[in-house]
């Protein structure tokens, strides 16, 4: 794959995805991870919590299972030049964002993406980092959204 090929578009995408995030800033919650999520790796290019998570979500209390399997952050392969999913900073909001697309708790998508948001700036990520990453999610995440899944609780 030739970078210099894709650069000019990749520009053009994250520029977009700027625009479009900071025109549709998304509502800020209180995130606490009260654990710092551990990984291994599982399939490829997905991993399973070795232990389970405990993350305040606005004071509510969600438990992340063990061995809970996550893709991280799911950037296109050819798209990791400009963001890797396996930076520290994006593990664990998207190992949360993963969990709550699956296990929704009670809430919408679009506060779940919300929610992923914030735990991105709660975790370092640049605000502009994580308003390219909430566009995206809001985007293409309906892809990825699970509407049917109901979960047990520990």
């Avoid at 991280?72 to 999913?85: D, E, M, V």
């Avoid at 190992?95 to 948001?117: A, M, P, T």
């Avoid at 502009?128 to 699970?146: D, P, Q, W």
Wanted: aromatic share 16%; charged share 20%.
């Amino acid at each position: 794959m030739n970078v210099k090929r894709i650069l000019p578009y990749a520009i053009i995408y994250f520029s977009i995805m700027g625009l479009f995030a900071c025109y549709f800033a998304p509502k800020q919650h209180l995130i606490t991870f009260l654990e710092i999520p551990c990984i291994k790796p599982h399939l490829r290019y997905r991993y399973l919590t070795c232990e389970r998570v405990e993350v305040l979500v606005d004071d509510k209390s969600i438990i992340i299972p063990e061995s809970f399997d996550t893709d991280l952050a799911s950037i296109p392969r050819w798209f990791w030049t400009f963001l890797s999913p396996a930076y520290s900073g994006f593990i664990a909001p998207s190992i949360l964002h993963d969990y709550l697309y699956q296990c929704h708790n009670g809430y919408s998508r679009k506060v779940i993406d919300e929610i992923f948001y914030s735990a991105l700036t709660e975790n370092g990520v640049t605000r502009y980092t994580s308003l390219k990453m909430y566009a995206a999610v809001r985007i293409f995440g309906e892809f990825h959204y699970n509407k049917s899944i109901a979960c047990l609780k520990d």
